[in-house]
T-cell receptor, first 115, second 113 residues
């Protein structure tokens, strides 16, 4: 079935570096994408989202880029801090058909930030 | 304001017992979702409610799983005759409407012995 996947399962960076986490999706009908951060023992925490009518959206220290042509999503974290260490998930859904309202999650990328 | 809350936070049960998991969504959120997170399967969708109605139950793993929502607020996920493969973290999320941002609770960690 349709799925969302990540290229890199782990990412290790130094504090202050910029981080880029990538995600590939396969459902061309997907029109809403979200990045979540999950710390150990906690539920996923919303970071930023983007809809398919946009290709870039910025938040505080985070930017999401969407390339619909190649079905690719990325999360950029500027000036990464140790508190950013967590598992990051991309998720997608579409407004039509049986996918409506259901989030399909990628496998997750473990981000480790070294002081 | 208060986020999504779930109870219990942890549950250990014996194989064959029934368990009931509870979710309190964010006040005013009409949509509520249940997901399951396990090591082997990642995060998988189980069921969603729009109001008290669950239009699609196809994500429930078996007929031992059921969910209900009353009064457009609290939801319970019931697992009958639990099996060891049911061990996972059960996550609840809510959103203002369908296709809006889903906010997750802390989850219930279920261990079936």
């Amino acid at each position: 079935g349709e799925s969302v996947g990540l290229h890199l399962p782990t990412l290790s960076v130094q504090e202050g570096d910029n981080s880029i986490i990538n995600c590939a999706y396969s459902n061309s009908a997907s029109d809403y994408f979200i990045w979540y951060k999950q710390e150990s023992g906690k539920g996923p925490q919303f970071i930023i989202d983007i809809r398919s009518n946009m290709d870039k959206r910025q938040g505080q220290r985070v930017t999401v880029l969407l390339n619909k042509t190649v079905k690719h999503l990325s999360l950029q974290i500027a000036a990464t801090q140790p508190g950013d260490s967590a598992v990051y998930f991309c998720a997608e859904t579409s407004a039509g058909g049986t996918s409506y309202g259901k989030l399909t999650f990628g496998q997750g990328t473990i981000l480790t930030v070294h002081p | 304001g208060a986020g999504v809350s779930q109870s219990p936070s942890n549950k250990v049960t014996e194989k064959g017992k029934d368990v009931e998991l509870r979710c309190d969504p964010i006040s005013g959120h009409t949509a509520l979702y249940w997901y399951r997170q396990s090591l082997g399967q990642g995060l998988e969708f189980l069921i969603y409610f729009q109001g008290n109605s669950a239009p699609d139950k196809s994500g429930l793993p078996s007929d031992r799983f059921s969910a209900e929502r009353t009064g457009g607020s609290v939801s319970t996920l019931t697992i009958q005759r639990t099996q060891q493969e049911d061990s996972a973290v059960y996550l609840c999320a809510s959103s203002y409407n369908l296709m809006e941002t889903q906010y997750f609770g802390p989850g219930t960690r279920l261990l079936v012995l």
